[in-house]
């Protein structure tokens, strides 16, 4: 019978039999279905809120036919991502499945079980976790550890304390999980493949970045048989696996990767996608952490071309990419081409945050090198200078980048052939630094150092 014949079967029946009738309530269900089948999800859920406003009425709140069609206009809210509702009916689903079931009948569990994934899905992580414990400690006991719904809380526990960065508690809780996951469920199960990244993942925040790799490795395999090479989901694990063995120094695998996944994401979302760019800054910025500085700057070059044909030559991306074309240039000592940029940079920076916004400060200290590499001391302290000064009213006297800006100033005097001066310097860099941050600090060790370097000069004089 097609939806229109079932809607109007349903209105006869609620006029001839009224709402509450065991017949009006039969076709309203099939009424339903037949939306639902459609796709027609929102009148689905308009006509469910009625039917549960009837059996409410008519057989109670927590009756367990009320609570399995609540249950169900439950699960569509949140199909519909009206998560707040979802929540709010599935807390009362489960308390009505509590009342007719007990607490650790299967359907209550599965019911406490949709309860508290919306509630993650709200982001209520607090709320979240101690239900979770529960709910792990109950479905262990009824249906045993290997279980489905056993692994499926757990993968929510481990989630959860993700989310409150909890890494060392969540990471001990995935070490565990994660074993189950491929006997019980397999390599190539969803649940498995995304719990092989976030194990992956709470490797990386603690620090264990050779592991992490390996994990991230085994979650892309599982994301490429799942979803396929080119996936959404595959490419951000990807991202994650090229990453972390870059950061783990690991180039010489790191950098092909990030090269083939730049290849992918044009291929998948375009040239020039927020995710094509990402991937292809990305892919520059380690090849300048490897030292490759010829191929980041040939990259580097590329970009900051392309965002200037798209934002213009001051746009907040043109003068990212510049500002790191710039330290390529200085790596391969193309000293007078990084000056000249680097004074685009500088411009660019002051038309759009100001002379004194951190980007700004920032970009002028790499000017302020740039004239230090061409040996142009007087003006390299004039910069430092006005730089130190601007430092100390922006970030404060006592601010590691002030301290830094004071010691390039003083650097330069030796530079320039100053050395009485920048020994000066250094006497009170060195007595101010010990101050603020303490004689065992790495700053005052590097200002003692290079204070020594100074001295040693001055006495060979």
């Not at 209105?11 to 076709?27: D, F, I, K």
């Not at 990453?243 to 092909?256: D, H, I, V």
């Not at 934002?311 to 000592?333: F, H, S, W």
């Not at 000066?424 to 370097?453: C, M, S």
């Amino acid at each position: 019978m097609s939806t229109e014949n079932l809607k109007q079967q349903l209105e006869y029946s609620q006029q001839t039999l009224g709402p509450e009738h065991p017949q009006t309530l039969a076709v309203w269900d099939s009424y339903i279905e037949s939306l639902i089948a459609s796709y027609c999800i929102d009148e689905a859920i308009e006509e469910l809120s009625n039917l549960v406003a009837v059996y409410e009425q008519t057989r109670g709140k927590y009756h367990l036919e009320t609570s399995v069609v609540r249950s169900k206009y439950a699960y569509f809210l949140r199909q519909a991502q009206d998560m707040d509702q979802a929540y709010e009916e599935y807390a009362i689903v489960a308390e009505g499945f509590r009342y007719v079931n007990g607490e650790l009948h299967p359907d209550t569990l599965f019911v406490r079980q949709q309860f508290v994934e919306c509630a993650l899905e709200l982001g209520e992580y607090e709320e979240a976790l101690p239900l979770l414990q529960s709910l792990l400690n109950d479905c262990r006991y009824v249906f045993g550890p290997t279980n489905p719904a056993t692994i499926t809380t757990w993968k929510n526990y481990v989630t959860c304390l993700s989310e409150l960065e909890r890494d060392e508690q969540a990471l001990a809780e995935g070490r565990e999980l994660l074993p189950t996951c491929l006997n019980v469920l397999g390599p190539n199960h969803r649940d498995t493949v995304y719990l092989q990244g976030m194990y992956a993942t709470l490797l990386r925040n603690c620090g264990h970045l050779a592991e992490a790799a390996e994990q991230f490795g085994y979650a892309l395999a599982g994301r490429r048989n799942l979803y396929g090479p080119e996936h959404p989901r595959t490419l951000n694990v990807w991202t994650q696996y090229a990453s972390t063995l870059a950061e783990a120094g690991q180039f010489k695998q790191a950098l092909p990767e990030l090269r083939s996944l730049l290849d992918a994401y044009r291929r998948a979302t375009g040239e020039d996608s927020p995710e094509t760019l990402e991937a292809w800054n990305t892919y520059a910025l380690y090849l300048y952490e490897a030292r490759a500085w010829w191929e980041a700057l040939a990259q580097y070059e590329a970009l900051t071309q392309f965002h200037e044909n798209n934002q213009g030559e001051y746009g907040r991306d043109t003068n990212i990419a510049r500002g790191r074309y710039v330290l390529c240039l200085r790596a391969v000592e193309r000293y007078f081409d990084a000056f000249a940029e680097c004074a685009k940079v500088v411009e660019g920076c002051r038309k759009v945050y100001g002379d004194k916004h951190f980007v700004t400060l920032h970009a002028r200290t790499e000017y302020a090198h740039c004239l230090v590499d061409l040996h142009r001391y007087d003006e390299a302290l004039a910069a430092w200078a006005a730089l130190l000064d601007d430092s100390r009213e922006v970030n404060g006297p006592e601010s590691e980048k002030t301290l830094s800006v004071w010691n390039h100033y003083a650097w330069t005097l030796f530079h320039a052939g100053r050395v009485s001066e920048a020994e000066v310097e250094y006497e009170f860099l060195i007595e101010e630094t010990v101050r603020i941050l303490g004689a065992d600090h790495p700053f005052t060790k590097n200002f003692r150092e290079v204070a020594q370097r100074v001295a040693t000069h001055l006495d060979k004089k």
